[in-house]
């Protein structure tokens, strides 16, 4: 069994930046396609899909909404990933997931931006945008 746990959330002002962290604890990140997604308040049932990483990190999708401004990527050694968030805005403000699945590609967006292929999931940081 594989825990993911994100980090870096905070309150920041709209036009600034926050980097969120992603790390596992049972099993490497390496063994992992790493999806973030994000939920908005007033929006309990729906994983909004922000970007994901494949298992190398050769491959790379971000939403286009935030495409752009958020940029992903992994580093395998340090057993992390990030989601780098920058021009942030007060409609990016969300709980902030990080979730692991075990196919090694982003094989299609139709499976990597559905929340329900991913296998595990970390516990969420909060991020909030000020105007």
């Known amino acids: 069994q594989v825990q993911l746990v994100e980090s870096g959330g905070g309150l920041v002002q709209a036009g600034g930046s926050l980097r969120l962290s992603c790390t596992t604890s049972g099993r490497p990140i390496n063994n992992y396609s790493i999806g973030w997604f994000r939920q908005a308040p007033g929006k309990d049932h729906e994983h909004e899909f922000v970007?994901?990483?494949?298992?190398?990190?050769?491959?790379?999708a971000i939403e286009d909404s935030v495409k752009g401004r958020f940029t992903i990527s992994r580093d395998n050694t340090k057993n992390t990933a990030w989601l780098q968030m920058n021009d942030l805005k007060p409609e990016d403000t969300a709980v902030y997931y990080c979730?692991?699945?075990?196919?090694?590609?982003?094989?299609?967006?139709?499976?990597?931006?559905?929340?329900?292929?991913?296998?595990?999931w970390g516990q969420g940081t909060q991020v909030t945008v000020a105007s």
């Open positions: 970007g994901a990483i494949s298992r190398s990190g050769e491959q790379v």
């Open positions: 979730a692991a699945d075990r196919r090694p590609y982003l094989y299609s967006s139709d499976t990597y931006r559905r929340p329900q292929e991913y296998d595990y």
